[in-house]
């Protein structure tokens, strides 16, 4: 496996079950890869342990936010 994925939304159009599968496909490459995921799926972000997020506190102005989730 590559030590590096970068995936863009590729859990947005699966349905509940097979967004499981997904998030299990993944934790099993863990241990192998490391994985960037941009995702508006609160059950993939559930598994994930740091979350990053873009906010605007004032217009034109991008501040980064992070939660670790241990």
Same mark, same amino acid.
């Given at each position: 496996? =590559?030590? !590096?994925? %970068?995936?863009?939304?590729?859990?947005?159009?699966?349905?509940? #079950?097979?967004?499981?599968?997904?998030?299990? &496909?993944?934790?099993?490459?863990?241990?192998? =890869?490391? !994985?960037? %995921?941009?995702?508006?799926?609160?059950?993939?972000?559930?598994? #994930?342990?740091?979350?990053?997020?873009?906010? &605007?506190?004032?217009?034109?102005?991008?501040?980064?936010?992070?939660?670790?989730?241990?």
């Amino acid at each position: 496996p =590559s030590p !590096f994925c %970068l995936l863009d939304e590729v859990d947005a159009p699966l349905d509940d #079950a097979n967004i499981d599968r997904f998030n299990d &496909m993944v934790r099993s490459l863990v241990d192998k =890869s490391q !994985f960037i %995921l941009i995702t508006h799926n609160k059950r993939t972000m559930e598994m #994930a342990d740091t979350l990053y997020g873009i906010t &605007m506190e004032q217009p034109g102005v991008s501040k980064l936010v992070s939660v670790q989730l241990n």
